[in-house]
T-cell receptor, first 112, second 117 residues
Framework: QKEVEQNSGPLSVPEGAIASLNCTYS??????FFWYRQYSGKSPELIMS????GDKEDGRFTAQLNKASQYVSLLIRDSQPSDSATYLC????????????FGRGTSLIVHP | GAVVSQHPSRVICKSGTSVKIECRSL??????MFWYRQFPKQSLMLMAT?????????EQGVEKDKFLINHASLTLSTLTVTSAHPEDSSFYIC?????????????FGPGTRLLVL
């Protein structure tokens, strides 16, 4: 079992819809969770971080964390074509010496 | 805040030459930086962890004598690809952990695209 799993997609949604991206992880000691967006040919950029169970909202983005079920998700409301990118989930144990583990990413396509 | 730069953004070199890539944290001190490599349509592959003032920790399968990493200050890490070959052509991305008070988040540089002819 991979440490951090994401469906590679592509996930295709119409403009204005809600895009739901999911990520599961295997290490129960994980404490910090991140979502990055990577446009084609560019480096990843941080969208959100979440540390506690529940929802965290930032604009059109909502991260959801369920440590008991070991999954973290990202919802994008009112999806726009400019949201089309690969979304990377990263999981990290607490403490500076632990290296974050990245999933392979989910490709999102928002079509007009 | 939390800006990471890389230089150069793009480099083309002949096979057998060495290429140095710089990664700088512009507005914070980064005790730890990471170097990644990404081939087209592939996921990020961690190459090494660079800690200021100490030797880098390389991931399995990454040749430390070929990919030299120096983290001489809290704001600069360098990756040197020695005796580059066409198979080293890739997108090299660094990231830095920080700033102080937020050691949980990685901030990525814009990446360096290397093409070895």
């Amino acid at each position: 079992q991979k440490e951090v799993e994401q469906n590679s997609g592509p996930l295709s949604v119409p403009e204005g819809a809600i895009a739901s991206l999911n990520c599961t992880y295997s290490d129960r000691g994980s404490q910090s969770f991140f979502w990055y967006r990577q446009y084609s040919g560019k480096s990843p950029e941080l969208i959100m971080s979440i540390y506690s169970n529940g929802d965290k909202e930032d604009g059109r983005f909502t991260a959801q964390l369920n440590k008991a079920s070991q999954y973290v998700s990202l919802l994008i409301r009112d999806s726009q074509p400019s949201d089309s990118a690969t979304y990377l989930c990263a999981v990290k144990k607490s403490g500076g010496s632990y290296i974050p583990t990245f999933g392979r990413g989910t490709s999102l396509i928002v079509h007009p | 805040g939390a800006v990471v730069s890389q230089h150069p953004s793009r480099v083309i070199c002949k096979s057998g030459t060495s290429v140095k890539i710089e990664c700088r944290s512009l507005d914070f001190q980064a005790t730890t930086m990471f170097w990644y490599r990404q081939f087209p349509k592939q996921s990020l592959m961690l190459m090494a962890t660079s800690n200021e003032g100490s030797k880098a920790t390389y991931e399995q399968g990454v040749e430390k004598d070929k990919f030299l990493i120096n983290h001489a200050s809290l704001t600069l890490s360098t990756l040197t690809v020695t005796s580059a070959h066409p198979e080293d052509s890739s997108f090299y991305i660094c990231s830095a952990v920080g700033p102080a008070g937020n050691q949980e988040t990685q901030y990525f540089g814009p990446g360096t695209r290397l093409l070895v002819l």
